[in-house]
């Protein structure tokens, strides 16, 4: 097992440094800040919602609940039968107003740092794939899906398994996380080089 | 009152009782600087976010062991002392390679994750809206399935919560700063081998 993913990984980096995907990510806008300070900050944030809120960060369950308070709108006693929402019933809850405000902090940080997009494809993107906003929508759309779908299952994303899970030692959460890299990584590399 | 150094409580568990004005306060507060760090690190443009998937940039990989390696070192002293509940999600090992493996095939495809996507919605990256519906839509095909998915999938290699000092039969605390340790360690190398 051990040596599977050190050879998938040796792999990858070997196919990383061979392969030309046809755009460059340090060609465009990084970051404002350094990434162990925010990192850093992240990871005081994690002690504050543990002790105040008694809450590990996540952002995941957030989609979860739109989806439930839209299929009530439309189709309200057959959400109502489906087992996850039995278990889990959409209601406002600590993680929707958790995300909606990232939404907002991100607004903020944007707005004061200059950085306001305000675009419906990226440069790299656009560099690399062309200035079809349908294509970029389908691609999106169908990531958005997988990842949704693969989130609930793990029980947990990049935030919850990622961050929250794996800084508590969860030897699940860890698995997540390298499953979550390795198949991101393979996929990135598989888009970049056929599509 | 919590136990100390024992106590677990699992996060998948809903709460009893309705949101508070303290909860919502912190849920507010929180959410907010952590979409704020997210954008200031980078993690809400899709350079950065792709870029990491292509091995190209590690700002990603940096953020995320940062927090891990800090998170770790306070949230395991303070449940030391029995200030907070540790939230761990059981370990599945057959929902968790394949859900791990669909996320990361639909991270390479959206490139955001569901909390950078909220952030960079926020900074005006409209692309992140086609995935926000997908992710709606999944969690919506996810509730179809979960039942079926509970009687199968979910049962394969269930080893309900489990960590990793404890699957090694190490004590937590010294086990934590350990590991933190380990993690900054490799960051240096990192750092060396990708400045930045």
Redesign the interface.
């Known amino acids: 097992m051990k040596q599977l993913v050190i050879t998938i990984i040796l792999s ?2 070997a196919l ?1 440094g061979a392969a030309d ?1 046809g755009a ?10 350094s ?2 300070g ?23 369950s ?3 609940t ?3 308070f ?2 009530k709108l439309v189709a309200k006693r057959h ?1 109502e039968s ?4 039995k ?3 959409p ?5 929707l ?14 707005w004061t ?1 200059g ?11 656009v560099d690399r794939f062309g200035d079809s ?1 349908a294509l ?57 080089t056929v599509l | 009152m919590i136990a100390p150094g024992t106590s677990v409580k699992q996060s998948s568990e809903p709460s009893a009782k309705p949101v508070g004005g303290g909860k919502i306060a912190g849920a507010i507060l929180f959410g907010l600087a952590f979409g704020f760090l997210l954008q200031k690190g980078g993690v809400g443009k899709y350079n950065v976010l792709i870029g990491q998937l292509l091995l190209q940039d590690y700002t990603v990989v940096k953020i995320m062991m940062s927090a891990v390696a800090v998170g770790m070192v306070g949230v395991f002293t303070l449940h030391h002392f029995a200030m907070v509940n540790l939230h761990l999600q059981p370990t599945r090992i057959g929902a968790q390679v394949i859900g791990g493996s669909l996320f990361g095939a639909g991270f390479a495809l959206i490139a955001y994750c569901p909390g950078t996507g909220a952030a960079a919605l926020g900074q005006g990256s409209w692309d992140v809206i086609f995935g926000i519906a997908g992710l709606i839509a999944g969690s919506y095909l996810f509730a179809e399935m979960s039942a079926w998915l509970k009687r199968t999938v979910e049962k394969w290699g269930d080893k309900g919560k489990l960590m990793l000092p404890d699957l090694l039969h190490l004590p937590r605390l010294p086990f934590a700063f350990g590991f933190a340790f380990l993690l900054t360690v490799f960051l240096y190398f990192l750092d060396r081998a990708f400045p930045g």
């Not at chain 1, 489906?82 to 929402?85: R, S, T, V, W």
């Not at chain 1, 997009?117 to 440069?123: A, G, Q």
Request: charged content about 10%.
């Open positions: 990858l980096t990383a995907f460059d990510a340090r060609n465009y806008d990084g970051a404002a800040w990434p162990y925010v990192g850093a900050a992240i990871g005081v944030l994690s002690w504050l919602t543990f002790y105040f809120s008694d809450k590990p960060i996540g952002a995941s957030f989609y979860a739109l989806a439930g839209i299929g959400t489906l087992a996850y929402f278990t889990n019933p209601r406002i809850d600590w993680s107003l958790f995300v909606t405000s990232i939404i907002v902090g991100g607004f903020i940080a944007a740092g950085e306001i997009r305000n675009e419906w494809l990226h440069p790299m993107w906003i970029r929508g389908l691609i999106g759309f169908a990531g958005g899906v997988l990842m949704a779908f693969g989130a609930r299952l793990a029980g947990g994303c990049t935030s919850g398994h990622g961050i929250s899970g794996t800084l508590q030692l969860n030897v699940g959460s860890w698995l997540t996380a390298i499953c979550m890299f390795t198949a991101g990584i393979a996929t990135a590399m598989l888009l970049y």
